[in-house]
């Protein structure tokens, strides 16, 4: 069974910093691209960052571009989001997420897993 467990959400001042992790189990984590999205209350999920099956490729959105880093440990099944410089705008719940597109899109709908989800709440 497909699981994603997403770790490391909480809440933090504006200009600082928090680093989630997705978790993975039950394929092989290496074949895969894993993307991190995220959902603000009344508005629709929004893709944040994604990462190649192989980590040579990632893609951010403008919105976080020279703040957040993505990266993956496929020894350990695991996938990160350092996000830095945070800002009352990027409150909202981080899902990560897997696809079989091995190149990484920020397309949601090209993702077939996803995470639960964890709560990040920025105050001004």
């Known amino acids: 069974e497909v699981q994603l467990v997403e770790s490391g959400g909480g809440l933090v001042q504006a200009g600082g910093s928090l680093r989630l992790s997705c978790a993975a189990s039950?394929?092989?984590?290496?074949?895969?691209?894993i993307g991190w999205f995220r959902q603000a209350p009344g508005k629709e999920r929004e893709g944040v960052s994604c990462?190649?099956?192989?980590?040579?490729?990632?893609h951010y959105a403008d919105s976080v571009k020279g703040r957040f880093t993505i990266s993956r440990d496929n020894a350990k099944n695991t996938v990160y989001l350092q996000m830095n410089s945070l800002r009352p705008e990027g409150t909202a719940v981080y899902y990560c997420?897997?696809?079989?597109?091995?190149?990484?899109?920020?397309?949601?709908?090209?993702?077939?897993?996803w995470g639960q989800g964890t709560q990040v709440t920025v105050s001004s």
């Open positions: 997420a897997l696809t079989a597109v091995r190149i990484g899109v920020l397309n949601r709908d090209e993702y077939d897993y």
């Open positions: 039950g394929f092989t984590f290496a074949d895969y691209a």
């Open positions: 990462i190649s099956s192989s980590g040579g490729t990632i």
